[in-house]
């Protein structure tokens, strides 16, 4: 989807007044529209409360997404 398509999908979404769960690697989509993250790693599920950046934070996954743009 182009950026145009992906705002578009991401207001439709944010109307949206039901549950909704979504897998993306796009982080713009996720830190726009996720309240709450589970994380699946090893068939573990372990709940986040937060959105994108409180599961970063609380994870650890911050530090190493800092590691690996410094090692580049």
Do not use: C, M, W
């Not at 989509?29 to 599920?45: D, E, M, P």
């Amino acid at each position: 989807l182009d950026i145009h398509a992906v705002e578009s999908l991401i207001l439709a979404l944010d109307a949206y007044e039901g549950t909704l769960v979504f897998i993306s690697h796009d982080v713009h989509f996720i830190r726009k529209l996720a309240s709450k993250v589970l994380h699946v790693n090893a068939g573990q599920v372990s709940p986040y409360p937060g959105g994108y950046d409180y599961f970063l934070e609380k994870s650890g996954a911050l530090n190493d997404e800092r590691a690996a743009l410094t090692a580049n």
